[in-house]
């Protein structure tokens, strides 16, 4: 099992998840997905103005729907997801590795209570599940190419526990506990006319990518790569699922075996682009890179951002803030 990263290796406190980007067939069906049933914003539809687009791009109808490669959308201005077009890739296979779910999380239980009732109301027959993990509410769906995705929101951090375990870490305590979605809307859904504005107000509240959860061929492959080499700390290990996390967060990432166990490296397929890492600094960028150097671990720095892979091919996206 590999060592445990030193304090100087860690990433730093501040480490959070940015926006996943997923390679989509059909993109308007996956746009009017996420904006309209999972109550995400538009914030850069792709469109290309005509003075713009090369006379392909324009095509028979010179509409700009039909020059749309990206879409990025999100709630308050913060990408959670970005849509890539590409129709010519197959779909994954049964067993690869790859995205297991995109978690998105809700400023509060109002907010993700909206974003559940859109859903209910438009697309219910995506809806796979829900679970009370003690330290979050989650409600979980599959979009229609087949991407997981996780709607939740946390509990305050004062009511998560933690154990420490013989080895010396400290582990922080989930389970997976029975939710009703029904209660959980009437808990916190605004119903009468008075609660307008507490409507309003839960619609508008913010979303971000809380965490990634990933399938993968072997934990303790994951556990080196994502642990001893990248510097995320283990907060809870599972049968045949992983934990990580920076800053005592109770996961950042989760990567998990349940359907591709002995998976190697994925081919190119729909699904997962690529998962976006955000540090607090360049300075902890440049660390990171130092890091992977060290390790033998490809990268490459465009000025923008460091990307690489993980052992399955995933491909990782480390931003500076």
């Given amino acids: 099992m590999p060592a445990t990263p030193t304090p100087a290796d860690l990433l730093p406190a501040a480490t959070s998840m940015a926006a996943v980007t997923l390679l989509v067939r059909d993109l308007d069906l996956m746009t009017r997905y996420y904006r309209d049933a999972l109550s995400l914003d ?26 749309r490669e990206t879409v990025v959308l999100g709630r308050g201005g913060v990408p959670v997801v970005v849509l890539r077009r590409e129709p010519e890739l197959p779909l994954a296979r049964r067993g690869e590795a790859g995205l297991f779910h995109t978690a ?17 109301r438009t697309a219910p027959g995506t809806f796979i599940g829900s679970a009370d993990h003690l330290v979050s509410e989650a409600f979980y769906f599959t979009d229609p190419e087949g ?14 526990s933690w154990d420490q375990q013989a080895d010396g870490r400290r582990e922080v305590r989930m389970d997976t506990l029975y939710l009703d979605p029904n209660e959980f809307l009437a808990r916190h859904l605004p119903r009468d006319a008075e609660s307008v ?3 309003r107000a839960s619609a508008a509240a913010g979303a971000a990518v809380g965490h990634v959860h990933l399938k993968v061929g072997d934990v303790d492959a994951a556990r080196g790569f994502y642990v001893g080499t990248l510097g ?4 809870a290990r599972v049968p045949g699922a992983l934990f990580v996390s920076a800053g005592g967060y109770h996961h950042h990432l989760a990567a998990n075996t349940w359907q591709s166990r002995g998976a190697g490296p994925r081919a190119s397929t729909l699904g997962l682009g690529t998962v976006a890492v955000r540090l607090p600094s360049d300075d902890a960028v440049t660390a990171l890179a130092d890091r992977l150097r060290h390790a033998g671990i490809a990268s490459r720095h465009d000025g923008a951002a460091l990307r690489f892979e993980d052992p399955w091919a995933n491909t990782i996206e480390v931003v500076g803030a």
């Fill in 42 to 67: 538009v914030l850069d539809d792709g469109a290309v103005p005509d003075e713009l687009a090369s006379p392909e791009a324009l095509g028979a109808g010179g509409t700009g729907a039909a020059r």
């Fill in 197 to 199: 504005a507490g409507a």
């Fill in 232 to 235: 995320f700390e283990e907060t």
């Fill in 147 to 160: 991407n997981g995705v996780e709607l939740y929101h946390d509990r305050p951090r004062d009511r998560w």
């Fill in 104 to 120: 998105v999380l809700f400023d509060d239980a109002p907010a993700l209570a909206h974003a559940l009732a859109s859903a209910a």
